[in-house]
């Protein structure tokens, strides 16, 4: 199984970015997708999450209305629409994959990526 982020960079505030996620080695539209980050100095926080078919998806109170997920199941990929990013969205970037429901628990998601990071400058 691989899973591969990419698209972070340098931003400024009030900027966008969007990243992506692709998947290999698994059936990638029975797996719901998780999106993560570590800022430094910080543990793992959930960003946002999407089930495997789309129908559902869970952010966190901080990326609400900024951040939107989705997918693209017949390209095995994922992104992660980010508006409006502040200098507190800074942090390297995970993508992550489990079966059964959306969670917000990084331990109940088995496959990870290698992350992207994102800095967002004021």
């Known amino acids: 199984v691989q899973l591969q982020a990419f698209g972070g960079g340098l931003v400024q505030a009030w900027g966008f970015l969007r990243l992506s996620c692709a998947a290999s080695?698994?059936?990638?539209?029975?797996?719901?997708m998780g999106w993560f980050r570590q800022a430094p100095g910080k543990e793992r926080e959930f960003v946002a999450a999407i089930s495997s078919t789309g129908s559902r998806t869970i952010y966190a109170d901080s990326v609400k209305g900024r951040f939107t997920i989705s997918r693209d199941n017949a390209k095995n990929t994922a992104f992660l629409q980010m508006n409006n990013l502040k200098p507190e969205d800074t942090a390297v970037y995970y993508c992550?994959?489990?079966?059964?429901?959306?969670?917000?628990?990084?331990?109940?998601?088995?496959?990870w990526g290698q992350g992207t990071k994102i800095t967002v400058s004021s």
């Open positions: 080695g698994l059936a990638f539209s029975s797996y719901t």
């Open positions: 992550a994959l489990k079966c059964g429901p959306v969670t917000t628990t990084p331990g109940t998601y088995p496959y």
